[in-house]
């Protein structure tokens, strides 16, 4: 018994995947692990070390600077492309013509019934002019400080989104609803004298104003509704982030600022992003660690 178990040990040794054909055995296939960290073809930037593809706790010196220089660059290129009013006020009504043969043209009455109660639209110009702004800059804290090891995938989501979009505003410039000749909508920030928009009012030299495809309004949003419904622990957070992209299309919309059409390129956007990032570190950033290890100079 113990000799034919050494023979059985010598023709079939354990740890191999050893396949033997009529024709003899053939070349030991690598273990399961090996072969999932092996590069593929199929695999974006599998060719990329890993190390560099890997999660790494985040530095805040350096990312305080790559998100000041970072919006700069974003303000700067947005603004610098030419503002082609006429192509702009074409691709509006074209916009707001299929949208009306298509019976999905609700920006007019939605505009007109939320800016009649004062409250309700002053509210929606604060919302708009700061909320944008203050939402995604606290979610990339909360990511940086509580879960680090998910920061950079969400991070590199966020940026790339942004970066799609600023192609968008170069290839299609559009006229936001506001703008339009003869279209009947109120610019809500004018008629009631409050600070709701780089484009409205006194501040609209310092903006391009035909750049409303994509919303960046709702990409930044559903971003941020993203990562919290994912990563966030109690239900009721949960429900906020899912509920907030929705509230701010409905602002967007009021508000004048975009057609509902507008928010479609914003999750476009917000989907090429995503996919840039997932390629990268092989994973949504709720799938990575929590925490990762600090690396010590």
């Not at 019976?103 to 944008?132: C, K, P, Q, R």
């Not at 400080?145 to 989104?161: E, K």
């Not at 009012?201 to 994509?214: F, I, K, T, W």
């Not at 995503?274 to 949504?284: D, E, I, M, Q, T």
Request: with cysteine; charged share 15%.
């Amino acid at each position: 018994m113990i000799r034919h178990r050494r023979f059985l040990a010598d023709c079939f040794p354990m740890g191999e995947a050893t396949v033997r054909t009529l024709e003899g055995p053939t070349a030991a296939a690598p273990p399961t692990e090996e072969r999932a960290q092996q590069p593929s073809a199929d695999r974006p930037f599998m060719r990329v070390p890993r190390r560099l593809r890997s999660p790494r706790h985040p530095r805040l010196w350096f990312e305080v600077l790559l998100i000041a220089v970072s919006y700069w660059t974003y303000s700067l290129i947005r603004n610098a492309v030419p503002e082609q009013r006429a192509a702009a006020m074409r691709n509006a009504d074209w916009i707001w013509r299929t949208e009306q043969a298509l019976h999905i043209a609700v920006e007019h009455t939605v505009n007109t019934a939320v800016n009649s109660v004062t409250w309700l639209i002053v509210g929606m110009n604060y919302y708009y002019a700061t909320l944008h702004f203050v939402l995604t800059i606290g979610v990339l804290v909360w990511l940086y400080r509580w879960h680090p090891g998910r920061y950079s995938a969400a991070r590199l989501g966020l940026f790339a989104t942004t970066g799609v979009a600023l192609l968008g505003y170069y290839l299609y410039p559009l006229a936001p609803p506001r703008l339009m000749e003869g279209g009947g909508f109120v610019d809500t920030v004018v008629v009631h004298h409050t600070w709701g928009s780089m484009a409205s009012g006194n501040l609209a030299d310092m903006s391009n104003q035909y750049a409303a495809m994509p919303s960046m309004h709702i990409g930044w949003s559903a971003w941020c509704g993203f990562v919290i419904a994912t990563v966030a622990r109690p239900v009721w957070v949960r429900v906020l982030g899912a509920l907030y992209p929705v509230a701010t299309l409905v602002v967007i919309v009021s508000t004048a600022n975009h057609f509902w059409l507008d928010a479609v390129g914003g999750l476009l956007c917000l989907g090429v992003g995503s996919a840039l990032s997932y390629a990268w570190f092989g994973a949504f950033p709720f799938r990575l660690a929590r925490r990762v290890a600090v690396e010590r100079a």
